[in-house]
């Protein structure tokens, strides 16, 4: 419907509301108020209709397309451009190497748990992160060392006493008569050693060469502390002394192992007075064990030797060779050299079970003279283990066993029999009077012989010819 002005309801109702009746009009109706218009402006253009999503798309796709283009023109120019210029320089910058260890392999050490502290250490900015020092557990060789020095002392020797050569002294008399009286005086008039101390009453345990023909030892222990000590007794032919201390000081004595416990390529650790130089320590391995090797003085005997590169030199007579445990394996004694005094790395020591056996010996009041059979013999032919017979000595204790040439000696006491030489060191650390089995090959058959060990008989020295 239209409100024209013709319309007889022309009057506007402001309310938008229509009267049923054009004839009558409410009462409650506003009159209408006058309306002027100032200016009128038209609508010149239509609102812009919404975009099409495709066709954004279809744009945006093109616009990217064209930056692609670009971009590929762009590196194959440089190339060619560039194509004479020297590579870029590439610098790798490598991590650590781990190396994963195989399955099945040993752990070597028990990683150790560090627990964070509540409290920062000095210095240190509290609530900061602070990562866990490592913890590295104790050197075999410190800890053998922490062991061992305790128990190894230093032995002083009036050189007079000796009854031989001082070894500190240069042997220079022949070309310089007056040498030893240019010597200043405070110049060492005494030869040293070392030695182990064998039990809380004041014992030590060391070489016969060290002592000498001396009966009176000065002794230096680890911590400085010296004392005089007497020398209790000897067994030159297989270089063992003992010394007796009187002191009231709590002594620590080695824990010896025996012979049995020794293997070929075990830490070895030596402790002595190279030079004087006290609680020395030096380490190697064991090099071989049973080395039957001439030792001792005057009438000198084989001994079975543990060998050693553990760096030996003079003055380490008397020390301990120890294992990993802290316990002493042998008594180092002598080195091979090349005509030097240093060490080129042949060291021997005596093992400890003949050494505390020969101390038994001193201390019993028993023999220490050589264990005797009467043979003469060799190693055999092609290689096969065992002692040779060559000669029966008449009135011996071979002959009375029944030995005869051509016997090979394979165990003594069921100990295998290597080599003739083998063989003395066995028969000569025995006691004389003492039993032992020997077990021969005979004509190609095994028997078992009883043999009592004798006393050697003096060496008869050759007469004067007149």
Do not use: C
């Not at 240069?170 to 010597?183: A, I, K, Q």
């Not at 079975?304 to 316990?327: H, K, V, W, Y």
């Not at 003395?424 to 650390?429: G, N, Y």
């Amino acid at each position: 419907m239209s409100n024209g002005p013709e319309d007889p309801r022309s009057e506007w109702d402001p309310l938008g509301w229509e009267l049923e009746d054009s004839g009558q009009q409410a009462s409650s109706v506003p009159v209408p108020r006058e309306v002027e218009v100032v200016e009128w402006i038209p609508q010149s253009s239509p609102p812009p209709p919404p975009r099409n999503p495709a066709v954004v798309m279809l744009v945006a796709s093109v616009l990217l397309a064209v930056l692609g283009l670009v971009g590929i023109g762009i590196g194959v120019g440089s190339i060619f451009f560039n194509r004479d210029a020297p590579p870029p320089e590439i610098v790798v910058v490598s991590g650590p190497q781990v190396v994963s260890a195989p399955a099945g392999a040993p752990t070597l050490q028990t990683p150790l748990a560090v627990e964070p502290s509540d409290q920062a250490p000095p210095g240190e900015i509290p609530g900061a992160v602070q990562l866990p020092s490592p913890l590295v557990p104790d050197d075999p060789v410190v800890a053998v060392a922490r062991a061992v020095i305790p128990s190894v002392v230093l032995i002083e020797v009036n050189v007079d006493e000796l009854g031989q050569e001082n070894p500190l002294l240069p042997d220079l008399e022949e070309e310089n008569p007056d040498f030893e009286s240019e010597l200043p005086e405070d110049f060492p008039r005494y030869g040293q050693g070392s030695g182990i101390i064998y039990d809380a009453s004041g014992l030590i345990l060391t070489n016969a060469h060290v002592l000498g023909e001396a009966e009176m030892v000065r002794v230096q222990f680890a911590d400085g502390t010296r004392a005089e000590g007497v020398v209790v007794g000897t067994a030159p032919a297989t270089d063992v002394g003992l010394v007796r201390v009187e002191t009231d000081m709590a002594l620590t004595p080695a824990v010896f192992a025996d012979r049995s416990t020794i293997e070929v390529g075990q830490l070895a650790v030596a402790v002595g007075s190279p030079f004087g130089l006290q609680q020395s320590v030096t380490s190697g391995i064991v090099s071989a064990v049973g080395r039957a090797i001439r030792e001792g003085t005057g009438d000198s005997a084989f001994v079975e030797m543990i060998q050693t590169d553990a760096p030996i030199n003079p003055g380490n007579s008397g020390g301990a060779l120890a294992n990993r445990f802290g316990q002493v394996i042998g008594m180092n004694t002598l080195i091979q050299t090349d005509g030097s005094m240093g060490n080129i790395g042949l060291g021997f020591a005596i093992p400890s079970d003949i050494a505390l056996n020969i101390v038994q010996r001193i201390l019993n009041g028993e023999s220490t003279e050589l264990g005797y059979l009467g043979v003469y013999g060799t190693d055999p032919e092609m290689g096969q283990p065992g002692a040779l017979v060559v000669e029966v000595e008449s009135d011996t204790p071979a002959e009375r066993a029944g030995l005869m040439e051509g016997d090979l000696i394979i165990l003594i006491d069921d100990e295998v029999v290597s080599t003739f030489t083998e063989l003395a060191a066995k028969v000569q650390f025995r006691v004389p009077g003492t039993e032992v089995e020997l077990e021969v090959v005979r004509n190609d058959e095994n028997i078992t012989l009883t043999v009592v060990i004798g006393t050697r008989p003096p060496v008869e020295e050759p007469e004067d010819e007149e």
